[in-house]
């Protein structure tokens, strides 16, 4: 299950990141959608970067029977302006964004690993049909 928390304004239907959410893991999942200003201030503080950014997961640390696997906060005004620049909907740059973020959840980390979280993204876009921006803009 995804537990939804919207932020935002915008009518968020996650009924297809349910779907990927469940090809990847049982375990439950917080999906917070903010706007650019909230995600500063969540940058900020966690990661002391003083700027909005498209997508901020956080794992549990603790791996227990019922628990979630962790939190996906993804920025509205993101999926908005890249959806624009990208010339693709709202919904697949959500869904990048989603998978992107799930897969930190599961352990991939792009920033230290060796290609493998780009690989399963790519493996991930292709299953799901979605454009390919993402493995662009992250080339």
């Known amino acids: 299950m995804i537990e939804l928390e919207n932020n935002t304004d915008i009518n968020i239907d996650i009924k297809k990141l349910e779907v990927i959410k469940n090809n990847l893991t049982s375990k439950d999942i917080e999906l917070i959608f903010v706007e650019n200003e909230q995600m500063r201030k969540i940058n900020k503080e966690h990661r002391n970067i003083d700027k909005a950014t498209d997508v901020l997961s956080f ?81």
Do not use: C
């Not at 990208?86 to 964004?97: G, P, Q, R, V």
């Open 59 to 139: 794992p549990l640390e603790f791996d227990l029977p019922n628990m979630p696997l962790g939190s996906i906060i993804i920025s509205t005004d993101f999926i908005s302006e890249k959806a624009s620049e990208y010339n693709h909907s709202f919904e697949d740059e959500m869904k990048l964004l989603f998978i992107h973020g799930i897969l930190h959840l599961l352990g991939f980390d792009h920033e230290v690993d060796n290609g493998e979280h780009r690989q399963k993204e790519e493996e991930l876009i292709k299953k799901y049909n979605l454009p390919d921006s993402l493995i662009v803009r992250n080339s």
